[in-house]
């Protein structure tokens, strides 16, 4: 059919007629009126349904006349199986057509639902706040301590001798850091504890591997003693954690340890070096670089928590509270995981039940809120969204989770959980143009970063670079023999 020129063409009613009530900050009521003509359709498809479910004489499976369902069925059936059906398409396209941006189920109010009058319904939402996020330039913050003391350095000095320390055999009694040969058997209200039984164990005096009352309890006993004493089983102990118990002993032997001495045959024997001012440096290098790594990501949160300082936002109930039960469902799943009650899990943890929960309900609102103006700000920042950024995030997700990424991947594609992947990567991203954007009071040097392998070397040459192609006359220039720097360039 054509419109004849100079017409004006026939406006039809809408659909679906909608309209908005502020209800708070988070959350609008949202009302919804729908012509008769589709809740009819809706009545008709409800009847062809339930029509597959019957069979009537004369009549093909689903060709029944509507008539007959409702003599079957009853009219109050089929107005039931209409809503069902329906309601959450007219309830979707209110919400595009409003561009609300819902984070909660509804709550619905069905007023009207009849094939003569339409549908009139009210839900009540809660949504994503409106605000726009603050200048992310410009923050001023410390950057956190990084440098490795001497302190440091003696520590893992002192762990690496304890990992070479010989032990041997000794004629005298124990006496606190020796090392004793023992037999060790638990009993819980007269009961031995199976699970609890050892037996030739050698065990550090002082390591508290066990309860603190061993390590007293064993402190001048001889090969051959025996005893017995009282003390609690540790909290996190399957079915009887922090239950009184009788543990017997026995010692068996008493050896004390010798620990070698720092000088280059000991550098020889624990590394690759030569000598102990190599094996210093190298050390040194490690903690340096862990430390830096550590500091780095704890700038991150400064810079971070300083950004969210400059807005205020209303955090929608349902985000905080699904944030918070998913906290509370972690540690649920951790205790099922080590086959104890979670009150054991909280005391394990030094906490109980109500501040465990008080605390999970900060960090909920704390995660809530970064999302929220991450989310608006990434909005305003145009990022763009690399090929291999969800290839990155993926293998982030393994390692995180000890998994392969085929399995995060499998796991994404069953879950339908791309999207929130992909916000996870823009907030990323939006955290590092912050960081980006902020000053900087300290820290390591460019060229400290680029010595310990945590920054690209900008005068590097490139790996396609002709100058880091070994010509021929390199390869037999006595310059091109491998040394020690050389070897490590290669394989940084």
């Known amino acids: 059919m054509t419109t004849p020129v100079g017409s004006t063409p026939e406006r039809k009613p809408p659909i679906v007629k909608t309209s908005v009530e502020t209800l708070d900050p988070v959350k609008v009521k949202l009302t919804v009126e729908v012509e008769p003509k ?14 597959k479910q019957v069979n009537l004489p004369g009549f093909r499976p689903g060709k029944a006349p509507r008539r007959l369902i409702e003599q079957r069925f009853g009219d109050g059936i089929i107005a039931q199986t209409a809503l069902e059906n329906s309601l959450t398409d007219f309830y ?17 109010d069905v007023q009207t639902f009849d094939e003569n ?74 009961n031995e504890l199976e699970s609890a039984r ?20 064993l402190v001048g006993k001889s090969a051959g003693d025996e005893f017995t004493y009282e003390d609690a089983l540790p909290a996190e102990y399957p079915e009887h954690g922090g239950e009184q118990a009788t543990f017997s002993v026995t010692v068996k032997d008493v050896r004390a340890k010798t620990l070698p001495e720092l000088d280059d045959d000991f550098a020889q024997t624990a590394s690759g070096f030569d000598t102990l001012d190599e094996l210093k440096t190298d050390l040194r ?39 918070k039960a998913g906290r509370i469902h972690q540690l649920e799943h951790q205790a099922e995981r080590f086959g104890i009650e979670i009150e054991q899990l909280f005391s394990m943890e030094g906490t109980t039940r109500e501040e465990f929960e008080e605390t999970a309900q900060k960090q909920a609102e704390e995660t809530v809120k970064a999302q929220l103006v991450l989310d608006a700000l990434a909005g305003t920042l145009s ?31 069953q879950q339908g959980t791309l999207p929130a992947l992909v916000g996870d990567i823009l907030r990323r991203k939006t ?9 900087i009071e300290g820290g390591p040097s460019d060229e400290v970063l680029i010595e310990l392998g945590l920054m690209d070397d900008p005068d590097a040459p490139s790996p396609d670079s002709p100058d880091s192609v070994d010509s021929p006359e390199s390869a037999d220039s006595p310059d091109s023999v491998d040394s020690p720097e050389s070897t490590d360039s290669d394989e940084d």
């Not at 290098?285 to 400059?310: D, F, W």
């Not at 993926?394 to 594609?413: D, K, L, M, T, W």
Request: charged share 35%; net charge negative.
């Open 38 to 51: 589709r809740v009819k359709q809706a009545f008709d498809r409800a009847a062809r349904e339930l029509a």
């Open 92 to 108: 979707v396209e209110a919400l595009r057509s409003e561009e609300i941006d819902a984070v909660s189920q509804p709550e619905v």
């Open 117 to 190: 009058e339409g549908c009139v319904f009210t839900a009540e939402i809660e949504t994503r706040p409106t605000f726009d996020p603050p200048g992310h330039e410009g923050i001023n913050v410390t950057f956190p301590e990084w440098d490795v003391d001497d302190d440091d350095l003696d520590t893992q000095l002192e762990q690496l001798r304890e990992r070479f320390a010989e032990v041997d055999e000794v004629e005298r009694a124990a006496a606190d850091g020796d090392m004793v040969t023992l037999d060790l058997r638990v009993e819980v209200d007269g």
């Open 198 to 217: 050892v037996e030739d164990a050698l065990y550090e005096i002082g390591s508290q591997g066990v309860t603190p009352k061993l390590d007293e309890e």
């Open 285 to 323: 290098n490690s903690l340096l670089r862990r430390k830096v790594e550590q500091a780095q990501h704890e700038l991150r949160g400064r810079i971070l928590e300083a950004y969210l300082a400059r807005v205020d936002v209303p955090l929608p109930p349902s985000m905080v509270e699904a944030d």
């Open 383 to 413: 990022l763009d969204l690399q090929p291999g950024d969800i290839d990155e995030e993926i293998v982030r997700h393994a390692q995180s989770n000890g998994v392969s990424p085929q399995e995060i991947a499998q796991i994404i594609q």
């Open 431 to 439: 955290i590092d143009t912050i960081v980006a954007g902020a000053q």
